[in-house]
């Protein structure tokens, strides 16, 4: 079936360890997003890649970044993390970015910062 | 900032009842989306309705759409355990999808 795999689903890491999220899909849609989700929040857009370009949302700080090698593979950076960076990571896809077009989601990363 | 919010954040029924969820948002909108979201889990698209429908169906849930009133219900008809989740209406504005904050749903056995 096509779908949206994230890798790992639990991550721990310490304050300041570099930590590396990621994504891969079958549906070979052309924009992939990375959302951040805290504890009975919506979800928050990070960044998104429409084919290769990037697009980083105003207010994401430079500590998150992301690397798109090919349609299949995202990749989320976070360079040194924080414990306010603790979070559900969500990875989603779609073909195209208009308004009827559906974002297929993955399961999600949970991220621990100790 | 959000373009939906979702009313009530919290909604307890027992299996059986019908459950229903409302979406407002602000600005003027070519479609709306709503997504449900099982504990620790991605979310799963459920319905798009766009703004020249007014209701639309898919199983058990349906949903309806006010453009006038700016606004959008979900209703679960004869809920199940397996529909607790927490459910989310979306728009899009500048490309992107924006997130209302949830209902959190509970269906009791």
């Known amino acids: 079936d096509a779908m949206v795999i994230q890798n790992p689903r639990y991550q721990v890491t310490q304050f300041g360890k570099p930590v590396t999220l990621s994504c891969s899909q079958t549906?070979?849609?052309?924009?992939m997003y990375w959302y951040q989700q805290k504890s009975s929040q919506a979800p928050k857009l990070l960044f998104h890649?429409?084919?290769?370009?990037?697009?980083n949302e105003a207010d994401t700080p430079d500590n998150f970044q992301s690397r798109r090698p090919n349609t299949s593979f995202c990749f989320l950076d976070i360079r040194s993390p924080g414990l306010g960076d603790a979070a559900m990571y969500l990875c989603?896809?779609?073909?195209?970015?208009?308004?009827?077009?559906?974002?297929?989601f993955g399961p999600g990363t949970r991220l621990t910062v100790l | 900032s959000q373009q939906g919010e979702e009313d009530p954040q919290a909604l307890s029924i027992q299996e059986g009842e019908n459950a229903t969820m409302n979406c407002s948002y602000k600005?003027?909108?070519?479609?709306l989306q709503w997504y449900r979201q099982n504990s620790g889990r991605g979310l799963v698209h459920l319905i798009l309705?766009?703004?020249?429908?007014r209701e639309k169906h898919s199983g058990r849930l349906r949903v309806t759409l006010d453009t006038s009133k700016k606004s959008s219900s979900l209703l679960i008809t004869a809920s199940r355990a397996a529909d607790t989740a927490s459910y989310f209406c979306?728009?899009?504005?500048?490309?992107?999808?924006?997130f209302g904050q949830g209902t959190r749903l509970t269906i009791n056995p």
């Open positions: 989603a896809t779609s073909q195209g970015t208009q308004s009827y077009n559906e974002q297929f």
């Open positions: 549906l070979n849609h052309n924009v």
């Open positions: 890649y429409y084919d290769k370009d990037f697009n």
């Open positions: 600005t003027s909108i070519n479609n």
């Open positions: 309705i766009r703004s020249n429908e």
């Open positions: 979306a728009t899009v504005r500048a490309q992107k999808l924006v």
